[in-house]
């Protein structure tokens, strides 16, 4: 099937997928209101085969040091499936499936599928990495860039993080972890039970993004958008906490966000 935009409709919520534009949710509707922040590099992309920074862009496997293109120099981000064209496995009126096959420069070969299925008050998005051939380290994630303001006040951000992992100057996990610390953020948690964040747009809509996963990076720096980003470990995880792909056991992880209208 083709790489061509999909529209999924629900009730009076309404998401666009966009295959060919790195499987991103391009555009998420809920009574008219969009959510999302909307720009080609914008809406909610796909993290995988790794998520947030790897270290000066390097991983090991094994004895095997791989080295990642330095697309946020002096480090590799957020995997290499955001830049390339998915396929369309199928879609109804509320559910679409796409592929991406792992390619150059990712060193292994790979499929990665993703899920995104929309009820009239809860997008849930659902992801797996599987191979045939060598196993190798992954992670998966979601990178949402939610509008901080609808039309009325900005949104707030309401999560009760078991720990934060301290930042070092270069943007990455020290390995420490620290007590959580007022924002603004661009900064990994960890929640003991999983992912559950609250964002509410005053008088307007309130949203949970869940996961089963119990890391997620907030982002809140830019005045646009907020970025709340359920992922299977921290930025660096390929080196400090990777998940294993074997031809017996993919990587799976999903998030699930459900709104409530004020």
Excluded at 34 to 46: A, S, V
Excluded at 51 to 76: E, K, Y
Aim: with cysteine.
């Amino acid at each position: 099937m083709s790489n061509e935009d999909i529209t999924l409709t629900a009730g009076d919520a309404e998401a666009t997928v966009q295959p060919g534009n790195g499987g991103r949710i391009g555009g998420l509707r809920v009574g008219g209101l969009e959510l999302l922040r909307q720009g080609e590099r914008f809406g909610c992309f796909p993290m995988v085969p790794w998520c947030g920074r790897i270290r000066d862009g390097r991983f090991r496997d094994g004895a095997t040091v791989h080295q990642m293109p330095l697309n946020s120099p002096p480090h590799a981000i957020h995997g290499t499936a955001r830049d390339g064209a998915w396929r369309t496995a199928r879609t109804s009126a509320r559910e679409a499936v796409i592929t991406y096959d792992l390619t150059d420069p990712w060193p292994y070969s790979g499929r990665v599928t993703q899920v995104i299925s929309l009820a009239e008050d809860a997008l849930t998005l659902t992801m797996s990495v599987e191979t045939y051939e060598s196993s190798f380290p992954a992670q998966i994630g979601w990178h949402p860039w939610f509008r901080r303001n609808l039309g009325a006040q900005d949104v707030r951000l309401d999560f009760s993080p078991a720990w934060q992992e301290e930042r070092g100057d270069d943007h990455l996990p020290t390995g420490r972890r620290t007590d959580p610390k007022p924002g603004p953020w661009d900064d990994c948690f960890g929640m003991r039970g999983g992912v559950a964040v609250t964002l509410t747009w005053p008088g307007q809509l309130e949203l949970e993004v869940t996961s089963p996963e119990e890391w997620v990076v907030v982002y809140d720096e830019q005045d646009s958008a907020v970025c709340v980003e359920p992922q299977t470990g921290p930025p660096d995880g390929l080196n400090t906490h990777p998940r294993l792909v074997t031809p017996l056991e993919p990587l799976e992880a999903t998030t699930t966000w459900t709104w409530r209208r004020a």
